[in-house]
């Protein structure tokens, strides 16, 4: 089975531009966790979807930042007119259907995103 | 709000080794907790995951043990290989199926 497809694995743009990462999650999970990696930081929690619904997104920037994961594709993470301080390891994670507590959370390689 | 703090920072050991590494967390209403792996510009692999009901759990050389009243995990690695050189995580889960992870330790085995 494939694992958490990560997508893609470095991105660069400028300041003001906008950042699209793609995450598809292991066959047949339906729930989705969003994590960020600052330089020299741990990972941070970000926002946790299901199919066409978010279920926590606690831990998103109040602005500029949006996720969404469609019945149909990938799940994506949108960060509009980004700044040097959204440069940044960006993880996606997916587990079963199946009640999530009782469930490991699986990692893709991430998308380092650096911000000119 | 969850803190997790691991213990050591960094640790370099000769093959061989048995060694443990520390995990403590301040919020112990926790559902499981999981270790990780991560090896440099890779992603997170998970290693063993606790339920909170769950003593310990273990996997090859791998063994992992939770006290969740005290708010502590240990990951115990026997015989450890140049192969285990890795930053290694500690994440409870808490409500929101969110994981809060620690800094890690950075470990080194030598050849």
Same mark, same amino acid.
């Given at each position: 089975?494939?694992?958490?497809?990560?997508?893609?694995?470095?991105?660069?743009?400028?300041?003001?531009? !906008? *950042?699209?990462?793609?995450?598809?999650?292991? =066959?047949?999970?339906?729930?989705?966790?969003?994590?960020?990696?600052?330089?020299? !930081?741990?990972? =941070?929690?970000?926002?946790?979807?299901? =199919?066409?619904?978010?279920?926590?997104?606690?831990?998103?920037?109040? !602005?500029?930042?949006? *996720?969404?994961?469609? =019945?149909?594709?990938?799940?994506?993470?949108?960060?509009?007119?980004?700044?040097?301080?959204?440069? *940044? *390891?960006?993880?996606?994670?997916?587990?079963?259907?199946?009640?999530?507590?009782?469930?490991?959370?699986?990692?893709?390689?991430?998308?380092?995103?650096?911000?000119? | %709000?969850? $803190?997790?703090? /691991?213990?050591?920072?960094?640790?370099?050991?000769? $093959? #061989?080794?048995?060694?443990?590494?520390?995990?403590?967390? +301040?919020?112990?209403?926790?559902?499981?907790?999981?270790?990780?792996? /991560?090896?440099?510009? %890779?992603?997170?692999?998970?290693?063993?995951?606790?339920?909170?009901?769950?003593?310990?759990?273990?996997?090859?050389?791998?063994?992992?043990?939770?006290? %969740? &009243? &005290?708010?502590?995990?240990?990951?115990?690695? @026997? @015989? &450890?290989?140049? #192969?285990?050189? @890795?930053?290694?995580?500690? @994440?409870?889960?808490?409500? #929101?199926?969110?994981? +809060?992870? #620690?800094?890690?330790?950075?470990?080194?085995?030598?050849?």
């Amino acid at each position: 089975n494939a694992g958490v497809m990560q997508n893609p694995r470095h991105l660069v743009r400028r300041r003001g531009q !906008e *950042a699209r990462l793609r995450c598809s999650p292991m =066959k047949g999970h339906s729930h989705v966790y969003w994590y960020r990696q600052l330089p020299e !930081e741990g990972l =941070k929690f970000m926002v946790y979807l299901q =199919k066409e619904n978010i279920i926590d997104e606690s831990g998103m920037p109040k !602005e500029r930042f949006s *996720a969404e994961f469609p =019945k149909e594709g990938p799940s994506i993470l949108r960060i509009q007119q980004v700044v040097r301080g959204d440069s *940044a *390891a960006y993880f996606c994670a997916s587990s079963p259907p199946q009640d999530p507590r009782n469930q490991p959370q699986h990692f893709g390689d991430g998308t380092r995103l650096s911000i000119l | %709000k969850q $803190e997790v703090t /691991q213990i050591p920072a960094a640790l370099s050991v000769p $093959e #061989g080794e048995n060694l443990v590494l520390n995990c403590s967390f +301040t919020d112990s209403a926790i559902y499981n907790l999981q270790w990780f792996r /991560q090896d440099p510009g %890779k992603g997170l692999t998970s290693l063993l995951l606790i339920q909170s009901s769950q003593r310990e759990q273990t996997s090859g050389r791998l063994n992992a043990s939770l006290d %969740k &009243s &005290s708010g502590r995990s240990t990951l115990y690695i @026997a @015989a &450890s290989q140049p #192969g285990d050189s @890795a930053t290694y995580l500690c @994440a409870p889960e808490g409500s #929101g199926s969110r994981l +809060t992870f #620690g800094e890690g330790t950075q470990l080194t085995v030598n050849p």
